[in-house]
């Protein structure tokens, strides 16, 4: 890659003088350069949640999620026998707020608190320095951080992973009358080296795109776009392997399709709470895209685990007690925070809102749940 010292460059200039030396990049390259890149990626250089951000999540809408999340786990843990000590590893922690709210529900076993070690997979150092803020005053300096999921060492295990699989690079692949090719992105022609705009081409002889595109979608029509995650489906066999080794149980919590692979193009950018042009500003927008939940389940299931779902966020939930939960809250409330209450409740379940796009997947050591049944929710 060219020099990377002018401290000026935006992001975009890297990409356009990497791509006029090497060539068009994947749509996986752009993305993970876009959210990753060590000192100018979007995740990177900043936080990105709440209203004053681009994009809020579950946790940072309600207590209530996290709490459920955290009751999910201590079930399990309970479940599997109450392993002893254990490695409880949360996958893109973000602000940290999901972790706080788990481990505020978990209080309900103090065994479990007791016998967690918290691992945080984490690649910001700008969100590292705020989930030690948020979890600092709740777990003192016993936090660990890792790069990556590989650095957290073996043993039994519940990982919980929300909003984490759709920041994870994609590749594309488009049919043609000629087949398959996999979609590149190329500097604009008529742009300028001080301005550079990127577009999307189609890589000059298809070797990649056949060799992504899924058996089951081979026949689509010419026009088709086919997303695959080799990115995610190499963290699921991981965690799948992980399960397989040492008692544990997994939940990954996402927005994305239950029937996949599937065709069409998901990769979306948001800024400010609003779409804006995929390819417009690297680094300065989140991208991301629907993540294919039978590829995740299907990947774990290769490393090892039992996988089960994927289930609905809005059906999950409601198992899992968030009417009582709000009920409560809202008997201790005043009218306008039980407004509130309702109000974050019906976004995270409401059909029409989060409770269809967003499901769970589960994955567990085969055969390790003590009485056989699926996970609290499946
Ligand atoms: C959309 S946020 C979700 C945050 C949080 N789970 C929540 O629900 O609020 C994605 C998180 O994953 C982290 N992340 C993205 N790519 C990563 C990677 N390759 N390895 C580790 N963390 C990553 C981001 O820094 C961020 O914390």
Redesign the pocket.
């Known amino acids: 890659m060219a020099d990377e010292s002018a401290g000026s460059d935006t992001l975009a200039h890297l990409l356009a003088r990497r791509i006029l030396v090497d060539g068009p990049i994947s749509v996986g390259a752009f993305m993970?350069e876009a959210?990753?890149h060590p000192r100018l990626g979007y995740?990177?250089r900043q936080d990105?949640?709440g209203s004053d951000g681009d994009?809020t999540?579950?946790?940072?809408i309600s207590q209530m999620f996290g709490e459920l999340v955290g009751l999910w786990c201590v079930d399990s843990w309970m479940r599997l026998g109450g392993p002893g000590p254990f490695h409880l590893v949360?996958?893109?922690?973000?602000?940290g707020?999901?972790m706080a709210d788990v481990l505020r529900a978990a209080a309900v076993l103090p065994l479990f608190r007791d016998n967690a070690t918290v691992h945080l997979?984490?690649?910001?150092p700008a969100?590292r320095e705020r989930?030690r803020r948020t979890l600092q005053p709740i777990l003192g300096d016993a936090i660990q951080w890792h790069?990556?999921l590989e650095d957290v060492p073996d043993g039994p295990t519940i990982l919980i992973?929300?909003?984490?699989f759709?920041?994870?690079p994609i590749r594309q692949v488009q049919k043609t009358g000629h087949g398959w090719f996999e979609r590149l992105v190329d500097v604009e022609p008529d742009s300028s080296k001080d301005d550079p705009r990127f577009r999307f081409v189609l890589e000059a002889f298809g070797s990649s795109g056949s060799r992504l595109v899924p058996d089951a979608l081979r026949d689509a029509p010419d026009g088709s776009v086919v997303e695959v995650s080799p990115?995610s489906q190499a963290v699921a066999q991981l965690i799948g392997a992980r399960l397989a080794a040492a008692p544990g149980a997994a939940l990954a919590?996402d927005y994305g399709y239950a029937q996949g692979p599937a065709v069409g193009d998901t990769l979306q950018a948001l800024r400010r709470h609003a779409f804006a042009p995929v390819l417009e500003a690297p680094g300065e927008a989140?991208l991301?895209a629907h993540v294919d939940f039978a590829s995740i389940a299907a990947a774990a299931r290769e490393g090892g685990a039992q996988s089960f779902g994927p289930v609905e966020q809005g059906e999950w939930l409601t198992r899992l007690g968030i009417h009582q939960r709000a009920s409560s809250l809202m008997a201790k409330a005043t009218p306008a925070q039980a407004k509130d209450i309702r109000s974050a409740m019906d976004r995270l379940i409401d059909p029409a809102q989060m409770g269809r796009l967003f499901k769970l997947v589960a994955l567990a050591t085969p055969g390790a749940f003590a009485d056989a049944s699926p996970p609290a929710g499946f």
């Open positions: 993970a959210l990753g995740y990177i990105p949640f994009f999540t579950a946790p940072e949360e996958l893109g922690p973000g602000r707020t999901l997979v984490e690649t910001s969100l989930q790069d990556r992973a929300n909003e984490f759709d920041a994870l990115a919590i989140d991301t």
